[in-house]
């Protein structure tokens, strides 16, 4: 099976193939001619990847997901939430992301956060979503040279390390993209 992953980040693909049996093969947005950028304007995590994978689906016809990830920080309301990738700004610059978002929490004594993904995947002429979450705390410093986003900066619970020092398969088995992934593959096995 061939199906189409609507991202544009090339860590996201890496990470879900690492993921994916060998019986699913993904296409990337370059691979079938896509190179504009899909625009994201919802104002909620699930309609980014609605809107996403509608994108691809009515434009170039192919069966296709998209996801939309957001990191959930209680101390901030929920934010930065759907503005995550671009929450320093629009040069979308995980260091400059998570400088600010660790000068926000400075004297906040409640790190508690949740990473949240959303799937929308477009088979078939129908739709399907798939939601993963992974709680934790948000570190005073960086730690850790695996991941991209906010891993270097995010400790889930129940361990001792932040994403930033987990494996591909460690990330795979408990991160929200994991978790929402593994729906996603069960329900293409089916």
């Avoid at 901030?76 to 992301?97: F, H, I």
């Avoid at 956060?113 to 948000?138: D, E, R, S, Y």
């Amino acid at each position: 099976m061939k199906i189409v992953f609507a991202t544009n980040n090339k860590n996201k693909i890496i990470e879900v193939q690492s993921m994916l049996p060998k019986s699913i093969a993904l296409l990337s947005l370059p691979d079938i001619g896509c190179l504009e950028e899909i625009p994201e304007t919802s104002d909620t995590i699930e309609g980014n990847a609605i809107l996403k994978a509608n994108y691809v689906t009515q434009k170039y016809g192919y069966n296709c997901f998209a996801d939309d990830t957001g990191l959930e920080v209680e101390a901030l309301d929920g934010g930065p939430g759907v503005y995550s990738a671009r929450y320093a700004g629009e040069q979308k610059s995980d260091d400059d992301n998570m400088a600010k978002l660790l000068q926000n929490l400075i004297d906040k004594p409640n790190r508690n956060a949740q990473f949240k993904t959303v799937i929308a995947l477009n088979i078939n002429g129908k739709q399907h979503l798939f939601t993963g979450i992974a709680k934790g705390t948000i570190t005073f410093e960086k730690t850790g040279n695996q991941g991209f986003g906010y891993d270097p900066i995010f400790q889930p619970d129940g361990f001792k390390k932040t994403f930033a020092q987990f494996s591909l398969e460690e990330k795979g088995k408990v991160s929200h993209r994991g978790k929402a992934t593994q729906q996603l593959i069960d329900y293409l096995k089916n």
